[in-house]
């Protein structure tokens, strides 16, 4: 027997049901925070309400809010380099 540890297995198994997979469209987000957590609205606006209901709320670490940061921040840099800028505004500004 060695006295090597094993390294854990890192391979993981996601479970994505049905309703989920679906997914929600959502077009405004609002992130609230204290010292220790983040809290991530998802809401769906439509044109002309005067309400919008929250589609899913998402609360996260600050170390987790890290790193969603840093991974979206190169998923918007790969798809520039693909498909070009992302305008923001209507005077091309980005």
Known sequence: MSDTPKPPDVSLQIQLD????????VNMAVVNHTETEFT????YVQPQQPR?????????NPKHVKRLLAV???GV??????????VLSED???
């Open 72 to 74: 979206l921040q190169e």
């Open 40 to 43: 991530l609205d998802f809401i």
């Open 77 to 86: 840099s790969k798809h520039e380099e693909r498909f070009g800028p992302i």
């Open 52 to 60: 919008a209901k929250v589609r899913s709320r998402i609360i996260l």
């Open 18 to 25: 049905d309703d989920v997979a679906n997914g929600h469209y």
């Open 92 to 94: 091309g500004r980005h």
